[in-house]
């Protein structure tokens, strides 16, 4: 199970932290990976940190300015939003996948319940 946290609404340039907390399971097994949705738009991923070696992605929409991280001894991972953009606001998921890190929801084996960031301009 995983369980997402932290979003709220911020206006723009403002900073959010979310966090993504497992149960049930390790993240040391997993890739887990960041995802939004915005109301009439397809999932998209936003960044993935893989456990194997720690590599981390970002879209190209948050680069600079979004920082993923994690703590396997929280069984946490953490996504740092700064200089957030209207364009940022979303439902932002956490999902975790035991192959490798993708941009493909499907690839994802476990879903957590979502969070709503909102930035006002």
């Known amino acids: 199970q995983l369980q997402a946290s932290g979003g709220g609404l911020v206006q723009a340039g403002g900073s959010l932290r979310l966090s993504c907390a497992a149960s049930?399971?390790?993240?040391?097994?997993?890739?887990i990976g960041w995802f939004r949705q915005a109301p009439g738009k397809e999932r998209e991923g936003v960044s993935c940190i893989s456990s194997s070696d720690g590599s981390t992605y970002y879209a190209d929409s948050v680069k600079g300015r979004f920082t993923i991280s994690s703590d396997n001894a929280k069984n946490t991972v953490y996504l740092q939003m700064n200089s957030l953009k209207p364009e940022d606001t979303a439902v932002y998921y956490c999902?975790?996948?035991?192959?490798?890190?993708?941009?493909?929801?499907?690839?994802?084996?476990?879903w957590g319940q979502g969070t709503q960031v909102t930035v006002s301009s």
């Open positions: 999902a975790a996948d035991l192959n490798m890190c993708s941009w493909y929801p499907l690839d994802y084996d476990y």
């Open positions: 049930g399971f390790t993240f040391d097994d997993y890739a």
